[in-house]
C-alpha cells in the first residue's frame, strides 16, 4: 500500500440498490455526506460521493467501495464512516475489519474483485452498476455511454447494425432466448407503420432480479440499446414496460429518460441525424402473465393482459397491430457493447448454444446469493459451489431450479452441466430469465412443485381451459400429496394433464407450467412415493407428514436450541436431553440449523 | 369531490393510459371508488364492464380498501425456500386475519406478493414502502409495534 | 395454395384458418368456442390438429390458426385425440351436470374416464359470450378477475344497468350457460327484466324495446318495432310481388 496520497479525485461509491437500502445503505450515504461537507478546506484530498445501483453481493450490504484506491467495504454502518473517511479517503489505509472476510479459509480481501464471488464474474449487461451514479448522465458517458449511439447513427446503415447484432449470436435474455439480430430485421421487413421498439421490465419470476437491478443501476444502456434499434429497424416510438412493484426503477429511468432528452439522445432529430426516437414508461398492474409479450402489449393497450396467440409474430403484427420489437432489459444492455466492440469480441465469450454472458440471481440456500454475470458454459457447480461458496451450513446440495417456474428443477448429477440455452433444454429446464434457486436436503421437492403450481394457477390469465382447469387439477393433486392424502393414481394424472398442457395451451406461460412437476417427478420420484405410500417428508418440510426429534443420545442439553424456538415448543433442563412439543412445533427448522451437535432430525409425522 | 376527471386529464384522456388511471387513483384513494369507474366510463367511453374487468385482472388495484398498513410478505421462490410461509402464519395469528384480508380496525392488510426482487435478503417483507430483510417469526411482534398495531388476537 | 387435412387435397386462400377449410371440405373438427359470426377466440383448444409445416410438426389451435405455406394438417392422430379427451376430462369436471357438454363428449368419442375434484359449474369461460355483447350487444358483461377463480359477469355482480335484452350471450353460449327466462311475454337475463314487443302480424313476441332502440342508433335509421323480423321479411316479399306483378 501506497504512503503517498493519491492526487486524484476520491470517489465514494454506495450500493444504493433495493437490496443495501433495506440494509439501511441510504443513510450510510446521507453520513457519507454530511462528513464529507463538514471536512474542513485544508483537507489534501477532494472527494466526491456517489449513490450506485446494486452491486450483486446484497447478502453483505451495504457495500461501499472506494475509489481510485480500489478498496470494498460490505456491511457497512452508518457509525463506521467516520472511521472510512479518516483512513480511507484522507489517507490510504483500510479498515480491516470492513473488508470481505472468507469465513472458511480466514483471508481478508481488499478489494472486491479478488474474492471468489466477484473474480469468477465477466461484466458486460452488469458492467456499470455499482460503479456510477444512475442519476447521473454523466457518469454514463464517461464511461463510453452513447458512444454506440453515435456510431450507429454517423457510421453505420440499418442493414449493418441488423448484420453486427445476427453475427454477435446474441439471443433473448427474458426466457425464449430468441435470436435477436433475427427478430430485428424480422420487423424492419414487415410491412407497416409506425413500428415499436418495446423493452419488457416485467420482471417476474420469482427469484429473479437481474433486471430490477440493471432498471435502477444503469437505465441508459437500456435507452441506448433501445435508440440503436429503433434506428435500425425504423421505429420512432418505444414503451419500457416496468413491474408495478420496482419502485426504485420507475423512478431511476423516468429521470434517466428525461436526462437523456435534455441532452439529445432522444427525442427529436437525435444528434442531428435527422432519426427521432421517444420512450414511454407504462407501469404493471402487478400480473406476472403481462411479461409474456403479447399480454404485455395488450396491457400498454389499455387491455387485460391476456396473451393472444403468436401464430403470426409480434414483428409482423404486434403493438396495435403494428411491427413490433420487444425485447428483454438485459437483451438491451447489452447493445451498447456489441456495437461498440464488434460481433466477434462477443461471438468469441460463451458457448456454442449460447454467447457472451448471462446473468444470474444466485439465490436460496446458498452462501454468497447475489447477483453474478459469467460467461455461458460455465457450469453450475462453477456458479454454486465457487462463486455461490456452497450451501449455506454446508448442508447437502439437493437441486437448483433454473428458468423460474417455467423451468425445472436439476439435480446433483448434472452440477458439471455446461450452462446454456441448449443444455438446460435438455434436463427439462430452460434459461429463463437466469433465475438460479439453490435447495438443499431441507427442502422438499414435492412441495416446491406444488408452490410453483399455486402461483401459476393465481397468475395465470384464465382465458384457456388447458392452463386454467390442468392448474386447478394439478394444485388440487399436489396438495392432496402434501397433506398426506397422495395416491398412486395421482403420479400419472400429474404427467397426462402436463403433458396436455405443454401441447395445447394457448401461451407459453400454459405451456411450461408443468415443468417443475415433471422434472421433480422424473429427478425426484423417491420423494413422491415416500410422501403417497409412507405418509412422509424426508425434508422435513411437509407440516403434516412429517415431525422433529431431538435425539437424546447426542443431546448434549445446551439449551441454545430452546431459545432460538419461536414457538416456544422446546423443553428441557440444562444439561440434560431436551425435547420437542410437537402440538407447539411450527416445523422451522431453527433448531436444526442451531444444534452444533446434530442431534435434531426430521421422523415421520403423527399419526392423524 | 373527488378529482377523477382531472386524472382522465393527465393521462390526455386517453384509453391506453386506463391502467395508469386506475393506478393514481389507487394511490390516492387507496382502492376504486365506484364514482371513479363511472367518471372513467363517462368521459373515455369505455363500458364499465371493462374497467371492472381491468379492475379485477391487475392485483395491484382494489375495489375495497386497504388498510392504514399494507404489510406485504414476499412468497417468490427464494422467500419461500427460506421460509416465508412461517412468516405468513406468524403473521396470520398476531394480526388474526387471513393473506387479501385487512383488519376490522383498519389498521392492517396482510398480502403475498411474488418476488420484490430483494432475494439476496430472503425473507423479505414490505411494509408501506419500508422493506425488512431476513426475517423470522421472532423479529415479527417488534416489527408490527413498530408500526403502531397492537396484536389483534 | 394447397393444403393436405386427413389425406385429402384441400385448397386454400392465404391466411385462411385451417377449421374453416377443413369444414368446406366436409371434415368435421370437434369445437366448443368457434363461431362463424365471432371468429378468432382460440380458448377451449378442443379443435388442435398436428400441423406438419417445413418438416416441424406442431400442435395448433385450428380455429386460429392461418394458412401461409403449403402444409399438411392431421386432425385425428392418437396424440390429437389424447390431448382432446384430457381437455374434456377438465371441461366435464367443471361442469358434471352440463348436457350440452356431455353430449358433445358422447358424440365425439371423447368421454372422460373419470371426473376429478368436480365443480358444479356450467359455464366454460370460451368468451364467446363477451364476445357477443361486445359486437352485438351493449358492453353488459366482461370477464371478471383472472385465473382459476375467473368468471363472466356484469360489473360488481349487480343486475345489469345497460343490458338491452338481446340475448345475444345466451344463443352464442355452447353450453347453454346463460339463462333467458321468457315468461308472460318478459324476458329476464343478467337480473333485468324486459317487456317484450309484440308482432302485430303473427303476436309473437320477440324483441326488448331497448334492443330496438339500441339497433336504431347503432344503425343510424328507424325500424319498425310493430313486427318481427321474419314478418318483417314475409311483408317485404309481398311488397315486391305487388310491385313486380309476380
Given at each position: 500500500m501506497s504512503d503517498l496520497i493519491s492526487a486524484e479525485k476520491k470517489k465514494i461509491l454506495v450500493c444504493c440498490g433495493t437490496g443495501c437500502v433495506a440494509n439501511g445503505s441510504m443513510k450510510v450515504y446521507e453520513e457519507f455526506i454530511k462528513h464529507l461537507s463538514g471536512l474542513s478546506d485544508a483537507a489534501a484530498v477532494e472527494a466526491v460521493v456517489k449513490s450506485t445501483g446494486c452491486n450483486g453481493l446484497c447478502e453483505r450490504g451495504p457495500i461501499v467501495k472506494i475509489q481510485p484506491d480500489d478498496i470494498s467495504y460490505f456491511k457497512v454502518r452508518m457509525e463506521d464512516v467516520p472511521e472510512i473517511i479518516e483512513k480511507s479517503v484522507l489517507d490510504t489505509k483500510v479498515v480491516a475489519r470492513l473488508l470481505y472476510h472468507d469465513?472458511?479459509?480466514g483471508k481478508s480481501f481488499r478489494s472486491h474483485k479478488e474474492t471468489d464471488f466477484y473474480k469468477g464474474q465477466y461484466k458486460i449487461a452488469l458492467r456499470n452498476i455499482g460503479e456510477i451514479d444512475p442519476g447521473n448522465i454523466d457518469d454514463y458517458i464517461e464511461r463510453g455511454g452513447y458512444s454506440a449511439l453515435k456510431k450507429a447513427l454517423f457510421q453505420l446503415s440499418p442493414e449493418e447494425i441488423i448484420g453486427i447484432i445476427k453475427k454477435s449470436g446474441l439471443r433473448g435474455r427474458g426466457g425464449a432466448g430468441f435470436p435477436t439480430g433475427i427478430k430485428w430485421e424480422e420487423c424492419k421487413n414487415s410491412e407497416g407503420s409506425p413500428k415499436y421498439v418495446i423493452c419488457?421490465?416485467?420482471?417476474?419470476?420469482?427469484?429473479?432480479?437481474m433486471d430490477r437491478s440493471i432498471m435502477e443501476g444503469d437505465p441508459n444502456s437500456i435507452i441506448e440499446g433501445m435508440a440503436v434499434c429503433a434506428h435500425a429497424v425504423g421505429a420512432e416510438e418505444g414503451y419500457i414496460y416496468i413491474r408495478d412493484e420496482y419502485g426504485l426503477a420507475l423512478k431511476n429511468m423516468s429521470a434517466a429518460i428525461q436526462e437523456a432528452e435534455k441532452h439529445g439522445f432522444l427525442g427529436e432529430d437525435i444528434l442531428g441525424s435527422g432519426m427521432s426516437f421517444r420512450i414511454n414508461i407504462v407501469r404493471g398492474g402487478g400480473a406476472f402473465v403481462c411479461g409474456e409479450s403479447t399480454a404485455l402489449m395488450a396491457s400498454i393497450e389499455g387491455k387485460v393482459g391476456e396473451p393472444r396467440a403468436k401464430y403470426i409474430h409480434s414483428t409482423k403484427k404486434g403493438l396495435w397491430g403494428k411491427p413490433t420489437v420487444l425485447n428483454n432489459v438485459e437483451t438491451w444492455a447489452n447493445i451498447p457493447e456489441i456495437i461498440n466492440k464488434g460481433c466477434e469480441w462477443f461471438n468469441s465469450i460463451g458457448a456454442e448454444y449460447g454467447k457472451g454472458t448471462k446473468v444470474f440471481s444466485l439465490v436460496g440456500k446458498v452462501k454468497n446469493t447475489g447477483l453474478v454475470e459469467v460467461p455461458l458454459g460455465t457450469t453450475l457447480r462453477e456458479l454454486i459451489m465457487n462463486i455461490g461458496g456452497g450451501i449455506i451450513g454446508d448442508r447437502k446440495f439437493k437441486a437448483v431450479q433454473t428458468g423460474g417456474p417455467s423451468g425445472g428443477c436439476i439435480p446433483e448429477k448434472y452440477l458439471d452441466l455446461e450452462v446454456d440455452f441448449h443444455s438446460l433444454e435438455s434436463v427439462g429446464s430452460m434459461m429463463g430469465s437466469g433465475g438460479m434457486i439453490v435447495m438443499d436436503d431441507r427442502t422438499c421437492m414435492v412441495e416446491v412443485a406444488k408452490y410453483y403450481i399455486k402461483f401459476l394457477s393465481e397468475e395465470s390469465c384464465g382465458k384457456c381451459v388447458p392452463c386454467r382447469e390442468g392448474l386447478r387439477q394439478m394444485l388440487n393433486v399436489l396438495q392432496g400429496i402434501t397433506r398426506g392424502e397422495g395416491k398412486e393414481s395421482d403420479i400419472n394424472l400429474l404427467l397426462e394433464f402436463g403433458e396436455m398442457m405443454k401441447e395445447a395451451s394457448l401461451c407459453a406461460l400454459g405451456k411450461t407450467a408443468p415443468n417443475p412437476v415433471i422434472t421433480t417427478i422424473r429427478y425426484f420420484m423417491d420423494e413422491y412415493l415416500e410422501h403417497i405410500l409412507n405418509k412422509n417428508c424426508p425434508a422435513g418440510v411437509c407440516k403434516p407428514l412429517t415431525m422433529f426429534e431431538i435425539d437424546e443420545n447426542l443431546c448434549r442439553g445446551c439449551g441454545i436450541c430452546k431459545k432460538s424456538c419461536p414457538a416456544d415448543a422446546i423443553r428441557g433442563q440444562l444439561k440434560a436431553p431436551h425435547s420437542i412439543d410437537v402440538s407447539k412445533c411450527i416445523r422451522c427448522g431453527s433448531c436444526i440449523d442451531i444444534c452444533s451437535f446434530k442431534a435434531i432430525h426430521t421422523a415421520r409425522g403423527a399419526e392423524k | 369531490m373527488y378529482n377523477f376527471y382531472d386524472i382522465v386529464k393527465k393521462y390526455e384522456s386517453d384509453r391506453k393510459n386506463i391502467l395508469a388511471m386506475l393506478q393514481d387513483i389507487q394511490r390516492e384513494y387507496n382502492h376504486i371508488p365506484r364514482e371513479a369507474m363511472n367518471v372513467l366510463s363517462e368521459q373515455l367511453d369505455v363500458p364499465l364492464c371493462k374497467l371492472y374487468g381491468m379492475a379485477t385482472f391487475y392485483k395491484s388495484l382494489s375495489l375495497r380498501p386497504k388498510g392504514r398498513n399494507v404489510i406485504k410478505v414476499c412468497d417468490g421462490t427464494a422467500c419461500h425456500i427460506r421460509s416465508s410461509q412461517l412468516i405468513m402464519d406468524e403473521l396470520e395469528k398476531l394480526l388474526g386475519i387471513k393473506p387479501g384480508e385487512t383488519s376490522r380496525d383498519g389498521e392492517f392488510t396482510l398480502e403475498t406478493v411474488n418476488c420484490l426482487g430483494s432475494c439476496a435478503i430472503a425473507p423479505v417483507m414490505v411494509i408501506n414502502e419500508t422493506y425488512y430483510g431476513k426475517v423470522t417469526p421472532a423479529k415479527l411482534r417488534d416489527i408490527i409495534n413498530e408500526c403502531g398495531g397492537k396484536d389483534n388476537e | 395454395m394447397r393444403i393436405i387435412i386427413d389425406g385429402r387435397n384441400c385448397e386454400a386462400e392465404p391466411g385462411e384458418y385451417i377449421l374453416t377449410v377443413a369444414k368446406r371440405n366436409g371434415i368435421d373438427i370437434p369445437t366448443l368456442c368457434s363461431s362463424d359470426a365471432l371468429p378468432g377466440i382460440g380458448s377451449c383448444r378442443i379443435c388442435v390438429v398436428e400441423l406438419i409445416e417445413r418438416n416441424k410438426t406442431r400442435v395448433v389451435a385450428s380455429c386460429i390458426y392461418p394458412i401461409t405455406h403449403e402444409a399438411e394438417v392431421i386432425t385425428n392422430s392418437q396424440r390429437i385425440i389424447g390431448i382432446r379427451k384430457t381437455i374434456m376430462k377438465l371441461l366435464l369436471s367443471r361442469a358434471p351436470e352440463n348436457e350440452h357438454l356431455s353430449n358433445f363428449a358422447k358424440a365425439y368419442g371423447l368421454w372422460p374416464s373419470e371426473l376429478l375434484n368436480i365443480q358444479e359449474e356450467e359455464c366454460i369461460l370460451c368468451g364467446l359470450c363477451t364476445r357477443a355483447c361486445e359486437e352485438l350487444g351493449a358492453n353488459a358483461i366482461s370477464t371478471v378477475g383472472r385465473g382459476t377463480d375467473k368468471k363472466v359477469s356484469t360489473p360488481y355482480d349487480e343486475p345489469s344497468a345497460v343490458c338491452i335484452g338481446c340475448g345475444s350471450c345466451a344463443e352464442v353460449c355452447p353450453t347453454k350457460a346463460i339463462k333467458a327466462e321468457e315468461l308472460n311475454g318478459t324476458r329476464t337475463i343478467w337480473g333485468k327484466t324486459f317487456e317484450l314487443l309484440r308482432c302485430k302480424r303473427c303476436g309473437k313476441h320477440y324483441a326488448p324495446r331497448e334492443y330496438i332502440d339500441f339497433m336504431e342508433k347503432k344503425l343510424g335509421e328507424k325500424s319498425e318495432v310493430d313486427y318481427c323480423s321474419s314478418c318483417k321479411k314475409v311483408m317485404q316479399a309481398e311488397k315486391f310481388r305487388d310491385i313486380y306483378r309476380i
Amino acid at each position: 500500500m501506497s504512503d503517498l496520497i493519491s492526487a486524484e479525485k476520491k470517489k465514494i461509491l454506495v450500493c444504493c440498490g433495493t437490496g443495501c437500502v433495506a440494509n439501511g445503505s441510504m443513510k450510510v450515504y446521507e453520513e457519507f455526506i454530511k462528513h464529507l461537507s463538514g471536512l474542513s478546506d485544508a483537507a489534501a484530498v477532494e472527494a466526491v460521493v456517489k449513490s450506485t445501483g446494486c452491486n450483486g453481493l446484497c447478502e453483505r450490504g451495504p457495500i461501499v467501495k472506494i475509489q481510485p484506491d480500489d478498496i470494498s467495504y460490505f456491511k457497512v454502518r452508518m457509525e463506521d464512516v467516520p472511521e472510512i473517511i479518516e483512513k480511507s479517503v484522507l489517507d490510504t489505509k483500510v479498515v480491516a475489519r470492513l473488508l470481505y472476510h472468507d469465513n472458511t479459509t480466514g483471508k481478508s480481501f481488499r478489494s472486491h474483485k479478488e474474492t471468489d464471488f466477484y473474480k469468477g464474474q465477466y461484466k458486460i449487461a452488469l458492467r456499470n452498476i455499482g460503479e456510477i451514479d444512475p442519476g447521473n448522465i454523466d457518469d454514463y458517458i464517461e464511461r463510453g455511454g452513447y458512444s454506440a449511439l453515435k456510431k450507429a447513427l454517423f457510421q453505420l446503415s440499418p442493414e449493418e447494425i441488423i448484420g453486427i447484432i445476427k453475427k454477435s449470436g446474441l439471443r433473448g435474455r427474458g426466457g425464449a432466448g430468441f435470436p435477436t439480430g433475427i427478430k430485428w430485421e424480422e420487423c424492419k421487413n414487415s410491412e407497416g407503420s409506425p413500428k415499436y421498439v418495446i423493452c419488457n421490465g416485467d420482471e417476474g419470476d420469482p427469484g429473479a432480479f437481474m433486471d430490477r437491478s440493471i432498471m435502477e443501476g444503469d437505465p441508459n444502456s437500456i435507452i441506448e440499446g433501445m435508440a440503436v434499434c429503433a434506428h435500425a429497424v425504423g421505429a420512432e416510438e418505444g414503451y419500457i414496460y416496468i413491474r408495478d412493484e420496482y419502485g426504485l426503477a420507475l423512478k431511476n429511468m423516468s429521470a434517466a429518460i428525461q436526462e437523456a432528452e435534455k441532452h439529445g439522445f432522444l427525442g427529436e432529430d437525435i444528434l442531428g441525424s435527422g432519426m427521432s426516437f421517444r420512450i414511454n414508461i407504462v407501469r404493471g398492474g402487478g400480473a406476472f402473465v403481462c411479461g409474456e409479450s403479447t399480454a404485455l402489449m395488450a396491457s400498454i393497450e389499455g387491455k387485460v393482459g391476456e396473451p393472444r396467440a403468436k401464430y403470426i409474430h409480434s414483428t409482423k403484427k404486434g403493438l396495435w397491430g403494428k411491427p413490433t420489437v420487444l425485447n428483454n432489459v438485459e437483451t438491451w444492455a447489452n447493445i451498447p457493447e456489441i456495437i461498440n466492440k464488434g460481433c466477434e469480441w462477443f461471438n468469441s465469450i460463451g458457448a456454442e448454444y449460447g454467447k457472451g454472458t448471462k446473468v444470474f440471481s444466485l439465490v436460496g440456500k446458498v452462501k454468497n446469493t447475489g447477483l453474478v454475470e459469467v460467461p455461458l458454459g460455465t457450469t453450475l457447480r462453477e456458479l454454486i459451489m465457487n462463486i455461490g461458496g456452497g450451501i449455506i451450513g454446508d448442508r447437502k446440495f439437493k437441486a437448483v431450479q433454473t428458468g423460474g417456474p417455467s423451468g425445472g428443477c436439476i439435480p446433483e448429477k448434472y452440477l458439471d452441466l455446461e450452462v446454456d440455452f441448449h443444455s438446460l433444454e435438455s434436463v427439462g429446464s430452460m434459461m429463463g430469465s437466469g433465475g438460479m434457486i439453490v435447495m438443499d436436503d431441507r427442502t422438499c421437492m414435492v412441495e416446491v412443485a406444488k408452490y410453483y403450481i399455486k402461483f401459476l394457477s393465481e397468475e395465470s390469465c384464465g382465458k384457456c381451459v388447458p392452463c386454467r382447469e390442468g392448474l386447478r387439477q394439478m394444485l388440487n393433486v399436489l396438495q392432496g400429496i402434501t397433506r398426506g392424502e397422495g395416491k398412486e393414481s395421482d403420479i400419472n394424472l400429474l404427467l397426462e394433464f402436463g403433458e396436455m398442457m405443454k401441447e395445447a395451451s394457448l401461451c407459453a406461460l400454459g405451456k411450461t407450467a408443468p415443468n417443475p412437476v415433471i422434472t421433480t417427478i422424473r429427478y425426484f420420484m423417491d420423494e413422491y412415493l415416500e410422501h403417497i405410500l409412507n405418509k412422509n417428508c424426508p425434508a422435513g418440510v411437509c407440516k403434516p407428514l412429517t415431525m422433529f426429534e431431538i435425539d437424546e443420545n447426542l443431546c448434549r442439553g445446551c439449551g441454545i436450541c430452546k431459545k432460538s424456538c419461536p414457538a416456544d415448543a422446546i423443553r428441557g433442563q440444562l444439561k440434560a436431553p431436551h425435547s420437542i412439543d410437537v402440538s407447539k412445533c411450527i416445523r422451522c427448522g431453527s433448531c436444526i440449523d442451531i444444534c452444533s451437535f446434530k442431534a435434531i432430525h426430521t421422523a415421520r409425522g403423527a399419526e392423524k | 369531490m373527488y378529482n377523477f376527471y382531472d386524472i382522465v386529464k393527465k393521462y390526455e384522456s386517453d384509453r391506453k393510459n386506463i391502467l395508469a388511471m386506475l393506478q393514481d387513483i389507487q394511490r390516492e384513494y387507496n382502492h376504486i371508488p365506484r364514482e371513479a369507474m363511472n367518471v372513467l366510463s363517462e368521459q373515455l367511453d369505455v363500458p364499465l364492464c371493462k374497467l371492472y374487468g381491468m379492475a379485477t385482472f391487475y392485483k395491484s388495484l382494489s375495489l375495497r380498501p386497504k388498510g392504514r398498513n399494507v404489510i406485504k410478505v414476499c412468497d417468490g421462490t427464494a422467500c419461500h425456500i427460506r421460509s416465508s410461509q412461517l412468516i405468513m402464519d406468524e403473521l396470520e395469528k398476531l394480526l388474526g386475519i387471513k393473506p387479501g384480508e385487512t383488519s376490522r380496525d383498519g389498521e392492517f392488510t396482510l398480502e403475498t406478493v411474488n418476488c420484490l426482487g430483494s432475494c439476496a435478503i430472503a425473507p423479505v417483507m414490505v411494509i408501506n414502502e419500508t422493506y425488512y430483510g431476513k426475517v423470522t417469526p421472532a423479529k415479527l411482534r417488534d416489527i408490527i409495534n413498530e408500526c403502531g398495531g397492537k396484536d389483534n388476537e | 395454395m394447397r393444403i393436405i387435412i386427413d389425406g385429402r387435397n384441400c385448397e386454400a386462400e392465404p391466411g385462411e384458418y385451417i377449421l374453416t377449410v377443413a369444414k368446406r371440405n366436409g371434415i368435421d373438427i370437434p369445437t366448443l368456442c368457434s363461431s362463424d359470426a365471432l371468429p378468432g377466440i382460440g380458448s377451449c383448444r378442443i379443435c388442435v390438429v398436428e400441423l406438419i409445416e417445413r418438416n416441424k410438426t406442431r400442435v395448433v389451435a385450428s380455429c386460429i390458426y392461418p394458412i401461409t405455406h403449403e402444409a399438411e394438417v392431421i386432425t385425428n392422430s392418437q396424440r390429437i385425440i389424447g390431448i382432446r379427451k384430457t381437455i374434456m376430462k377438465l371441461l366435464l369436471s367443471r361442469a358434471p351436470e352440463n348436457e350440452h357438454l356431455s353430449n358433445f363428449a358422447k358424440a365425439y368419442g371423447l368421454w372422460p374416464s373419470e371426473l376429478l375434484n368436480i365443480q358444479e359449474e356450467e359455464c366454460i369461460l370460451c368468451g364467446l359470450c363477451t364476445r357477443a355483447c361486445e359486437e352485438l350487444g351493449a358492453n353488459a358483461i366482461s370477464t371478471v378477475g383472472r385465473g382459476t377463480d375467473k368468471k363472466v359477469s356484469t360489473p360488481y355482480d349487480e343486475p345489469s344497468a345497460v343490458c338491452i335484452g338481446c340475448g345475444s350471450c345466451a344463443e352464442v353460449c355452447p353450453t347453454k350457460a346463460i339463462k333467458a327466462e321468457e315468461l308472460n311475454g318478459t324476458r329476464t337475463i343478467w337480473g333485468k327484466t324486459f317487456e317484450l314487443l309484440r308482432c302485430k302480424r303473427c303476436g309473437k313476441h320477440y324483441a326488448p324495446r331497448e334492443y330496438i332502440d339500441f339497433m336504431e342508433k347503432k344503425l343510424g335509421e328507424k325500424s319498425e318495432v310493430d313486427y318481427c323480423s321474419s314478418c318483417k321479411k314475409v311483408m317485404q316479399a309481398e311488397k315486391f310481388r305487388d310491385i313486380y306483378r309476380i
